[in-house]
């Protein structure tokens, strides 16, 4: 079964994403927005604005509050900055989703990497050349969502980055709660595993 033969709604938009790249859409308060992991574990960076005002924003915090838990999984309700539902994870046929291993930039890289990782391109760039698109810039990031990204929290706290848990045609359903503008970053890191060390498309689909 293909991702959207198993779809019941109608398909409005329809888009791949190559591996490295941007991507923004706006969508109406009911409209569904399936993420598909075209090729396996392909971790797709996820942030998202209340279309109607961006000063409210999707908030880590109190959506890790919220449900007690660090990890998204079927059911989870993404909260914004003003504890208002953005979007809910419907459903997902991936064990689970991580929400605090943050965005990979030319700084980060640098620093766990060494220095010719530097000029790597970077999440945090494909964010930057989407918001600004919409007139959004640097103070404008927040914490954002990796699906598909396995992101361990070991006993003694710290984080780990390893082999995703997804595989080819894994997918993501999401609703949404409000008039949101999503922005994606199609994970372009290289020099850890969360990707297979192989960015590759992920597909886009949107439904009502």
Not at 64 to 91: C, K, P, W, Y
Not at 183 to 193: A, D, G, L, M, Y
Request: charged share 20%; hydrophobic share 40%; aromatic share 6%.
């Amino acid at each position: 079964m293909n991702a959207q033969s198993s779809l019941s709604n109608t398909v409005l938009l329809d888009e791949v994403v190559p591996a490295r790249a941007p991507w923004m859409q706006r969508l109406a308060k009911g409209q569904n927005l399936r993420i598909v992991d075209l090729e396996g574990n392909q971790a797709v960076d996820f942030l998202m604005y209340a279309a109607d005002d961006d000063a409210e924003r999707y908030s880590a915090q109190d959506t890790i509050a919220a449900q007690g838990n660090i990890f998204l999984r079927s059911g989870a309700v993404l909260l914004s900055n003003e504890g208002r539902a953005m979007m809910t994870l419907v459903d997902t046929n991936v064990a689970y989703h991580d929400t605090i291993g943050g965005a990979c930039s030319c700084e980060s890289n640098t620093l766990r990497y060494g220095h010719h990782t530097k000029a790597q391109h970077a999440c945090v760039d494909n964010f930057l050349d989407a918001n600004a698109r919409v007139g959004r810039g640097k103070r404008d990031m927040v914490s954002n969502i990796n699906w598909f990204m396995n992101v361990p929290v070991e006993a003694d706290g710290a984080l780990g980055i390893v082999d995703g848990i997804s595989a080819p045609g894994l997918w993501v359903d999401l609703r949404a709660e409000m008039d949101v503008v999503v922005v994606v970053s199609n994970c372009p890191q290289i020099n850890n595993p969360c990707n297979g060390f192989n960015p590759t498309p992920v597909r886009m689909i949107v439904s009502v």
